[in-house]
């Protein structure tokens, strides 16, 4: 199993996610964490502050945009989609509208097993690193959880996709407006005796073994 889970963006661990790629070069951007965004905001945004695929293509990857609404209900359009694509790059928003995607269109049942079979990279940018948890817990702290965008099925979902075996909290002690909100879900997570890796912008767990052996697992924090 091959995760790069970063704080921020790529992080500065970009040689390491290349690493985990070798020669597989097409990314499919997954961006629904921001489906409660208005399309003309996602676009300026785009535009003029971030834009994910410039930042992948910089590290000669090929990019492509995966909408998880275009697959509700589906999971056998979205398992055909998913043939061919060597890296899944899941970004930031809204961690419970990201994981109602991922249920809501099968993909969390598919990207475990894709990973079982060390068919692609999951590589994710704060909402999209702290998915890959056995657990939501803490994130309430930090996005709203009863954020539900039109043609998304209202109830939380709690667990996480148990690709790793503790919590992640992005945006520790950083730049980052959901910084001061991020200490709290660490303090939540502390007090509960619930484990958790807070990670810092910049930073990034690159894991390199089975899920089965969470125990075993390779797991660098730089």
């Not at 890296?87 to 475990?112: E, P, Y």
């Not at 303090?187 to 767990?205: M, N, V, Y």
Request: charged fraction near 25%; charge should be negative; include cysteine.
């Amino acid at each position: 199993m091959r995760l790069y889970l970063s704080s921020c963006r790529v992080g500065d661990r970009a040689g390491s996610l290349l690493a985990l790629l070798g020669s597989g070069k097409r990314a499919a951007i997954i961006s629904n964490g921001l489906d409660a965004v208005s399309a003309d905001v996602r676009k300026i945004f785009r535009e003029e502050v971030y834009n994910p695929h410039a930042e992948l293509a910089g590290l000669g990857l090929v990019t492509e945009d995966l909408d998880l609404r275009d697959y509700f209900g589906d999971p056998a359009g979205l398992a055909e989609r998913l043939a061919g694509i060597d890296l899944v790059w899941v970004m930031d928003g809204n961690a419970f509208v990201l994981r109602r995607a991922m249920k809501q269109s099968g993909f969390d049942d598919l990207i475990v097993d894709m990973l079982d079979r060390d068919q692609l990279v999951y590589g994710g940018s704060a909402a999209g690193a702290a998915v890959a948890a056995p657990t939501l817990q803490g994130l309430q702290l930090i996005d709203d959880p009863d954020l539900v965008p039109p043609g998304y099925e209202p109830e939380r979902v709690w667990d996480g996709l148990g690709l790793i075996d503790h919590a992640v909290i992005p945006h520790f002690r950083s730049a980052h407006p959901d910084s001061a909100a991020a200490e709290q879900a660490v303090r939540f997570l502390t007090a509960r005796g619930l484990r958790h890796r807070a990670l810092r912008d910049g930073e990034a767990i690159v894991w390199t073994e089975t899920r089965a052996r969470p125990a075993d697992a390779v797991l660098r924090i730089a």
